[in-house]
């Protein structure tokens, strides 16, 4: 019997190079993160610091909905393009960022051969495209022809060169002790998780990550109270959501980099699970993942922001150095064991 449409259609969607960067780990997933993630931050924030958070759309349920009401608002908003921005690329700039923070979802692997596109070099590719998103906020700074705006794109500059060196670093610390750059096989390999292997690489990763995301106590980028919003002063409406969405986005991304390079990806705490069925493995690279998202949010209630010299001198005189010995450390290891 010939397949019907319908099927075609069913089984195109459930293939690897579409479901993983369109569903999971991709963007519908990356949407119920970003919406549930915000709401739990600001709830979180109102816990620890006494003060009313999202409540009044859907009360009932603490205003779990408040962000879905937040994007309604901003698709229906007008957005008002500064008279002497340079309209091109004020347009542009967030449709940018936005599409370099899905694209790395069809490189990382959701379970056991279950990648969008499975490259040997899948590491250094994702984090390459999660790094073109901080230009783009410069560019997005310039673009706006405004002294504020401006102000905040130089921030990002100094703060790029800062945390990306040491990001990249610590990933190919562990990496190095795995012997691959390939997302999956560095998952497969590991029987001990990464962060018990090189506790400095994944200390360095997280905190660079915070950074690379802007989210405190290294939002300096923003910093409302000298510069309002940062590069995005003179954003509104949907560019608004699209320019702050993103920041969440690539948190996510970097968190499930982070799982699968310290936390052992998609292997459950409980091994056996993955052999009751195989979907247990994509919920625990789900769970881990929203679990480091959760902790990472959670600093904003209980750390206030660095000074831009404070978040500097941390990137180069701590991060950086402590990275270099992170990739001793796996060398060390390395040696001792034979590898992974």
Known sequence: MAPQPLDKVVEFILSPHIFAPLIYPGLLAAMLVLLTLIWAERKMTAKVQLRYGPLYVLKPLGGIIQLIADAIKFMFQEPILPRKADKWVFVLAPVTMMAFTIIPFAFIPAAPGFVGVDLEYSLPLVLSLSALVPPLILATSWAANNKFTLLGGVREAFMMVAYE????????????????????????????????????AAAIFFVAMLMTASKLPYDIVEGEQEIVAGPFTEYSGILYMLVMGASYMELYVLSLVFVELFLGGWKPVIPALASIHPAFQGIALFIKAYLVLLFAVFLRSVYARYRLDQALEIGWKKLFPLSLISVVWSLILLVITGGA
Do not use: D, M, R
């Not at 590991?190 to 506790?199: A, D, F, K, M, R």
């Open 165 to 200: 060196t040491s990001l990249f670093i610590a990933a190919f610390a562990i990496a190095t002790y795995y012997g691959t750059l390939s997302l999956s096989k560095i998952v497969e390999a590991q029987t001990v998780p990464g962060i018990v292997l090189n506790p400095i």
